[in-house]
């Protein structure tokens, strides 16, 4: 590459991290927060929260790096457009299919991120994601130790304590259970204590009351006792025999292990072939976004107004190519011998943009002018 095409390389990169860094951190925020009322609603730590957040990462970065890609294809080629080393190059004589090498190799360098992303780091962040979800359901503990707040460790289910006292008793306990429709049972506690037995976790209350509310007859009978235990691990999330995400399958389970995934279950063959050549169809699409913004903004001439109809015109060509992505996913997961259908989007964004460099480089206009120029034979036998 010569010293102009690591510059323009430098550039689209340097944009390329400014985007993405836009993008997933406003992603980010509108995850964090929802994460934030779950897990610290919940009595989880703010470790737990920043640990959540960072494994969400790897997927948000996923879904807008395509779009930093192209965003920084556009603006740094607006950029070169403004500052007239497009033209200057033209004028020397330069091609747009020269022109474009630092696009292309800014396109492929994108893919080999996307490919590590899609095929190492994804899976990972999601099974290690799942598992943390798994061990924090289980923490019954984390749950319900959380002074002065109304929680919802199960639906149905309020617990709320008025103070902890720091050798763990529990002051002013109260707890609602709404889970049967026929009756309704509230246990109020002077004191309690969360005593573990093997897995099972009890609340022992003490000097307290139990009120139970029939919900067919309206008739509401109290106990008042001195000491009850009640058995609170069937409030956790059981641990359960999870299914495996998806896309937290490794890539070499799904390529070579594709027909033992199928029998093991739950999901069909349609389902893992979609996801395997998603994970390589997302890199080559990197490479497409990025040729089709190079590609728009290199058809226009000079204009006062600036390339504002190229641009729109590649953000339509973006939303097309997202759109038809969508689209071709259906067939692929009725049956699985249509995967190549999956690469469609990619092949037709690239195809967008090698027409367009072609018609950077030999314009139609130009076209027909050397038509009409060329002289018209005479037919043999004319007078």
């Known amino acids: 590459m010569s010293r102009y095409d690591r510059y323009v390389l430098s550039q689209y990169l340097l944009f390329f991290g400014f985007f993405a860094l836009i993008l997933v951190a406003v992603f980010w925020i509108n995850r964090a927060v929802v994460l934030f009322d779950r897990l610290i609603g919940d009595g989880q730590s703010a470790l737990v929260f920043f640990e959540f957040t960072a494994l969400s990462l790897p997927n948000l970065i996923r879904m807008v790096l395509p779009v930093a890609a192209f965003a920084a294809s556009v603006w740094v080629t607006n950029r070169l457009n403004n500052e007239s080393e497009l033209t200057v190059l033209r004028a020397t004589g330069t091609s747009p299919w020269q022109m474009a090498k630092p696009a292309l190799v800014f396109g492929l360098i994108t893919a080999m991120m996307m490919s590590v992303l899609t095929h190492v780091l994804l899976p990972v962040s999601i099974a290690t994601l799942d598992q943390r979800e798994s061990e924090v359901a289980r923490n019954v503990t984390a749950k319900l130790l959380s002074e002065g ?63 139970r509310i029939d919900t067919q007859t309206r008739q509401l009978s109290s106990t008042i006792f001195s000491d009850f235990s ?48 998603l994970r390589f169809a997302r890199a080559f699409v990197c490479v497409a976004v990025t040729l089709i913004g190079f590609a728009s903004l290199m058809m226009g001439g000079f204009s006062r107004f600036g390339v504002w109809r190229q641009a729109l015109l590649a953000f339509v060509l973006l939303i097309f190519v997202e759109g038809l992505r969508g689209v071709v996913s259906e067939p692929v997961l009725e049956n699985a011998n249509y995967w190549p259908l999956i690469y469609v989007p990619t092949l037709v964004g690239l195809a967008v943009g090698v027409l367009f460099l072609q018609l950077a480089a030999r314009p139609i206009s130009a076209l027909l002018a050397q038509r009409r120029s060329q002289p018209v034979e005479p037919q043999e036998g004319a007078a």
Do not use: C, W
Request: aromatic content about 8%.
């Open 149 to 211: 707040d109304f929680l919802h460790p199960a639906r149905g289910v309020t617990f709320y304590i008025g103070r902890i006292d720091p050798d763990g008793t529990l002051n002013d306990v109260f707890l609602s259970d709404r889970r049967d429709p026929d009756q309704i049972v509230t246990y109020t506690g002077g004191k309690a204590y969360l005593v573990r037995d093997d897995s099972r976790t009890h609340l022992v209350m003490v000097d307290g009351m139990a009120q």
């Open 230 to 277: 009640y058995d609170i691990s069937s409030l956790a999330s059981k641990a359960e025999a999870k299914t495996r995400n998806i896309r937290a399958i490794p890539s070499t389970e799904l390529l070579f292990e594709m027909p033992q995934l199928v029998a093991a279950g739950p999901y069909s063959a349609g389902a893992l072939a979609e996801e395997l050549h």
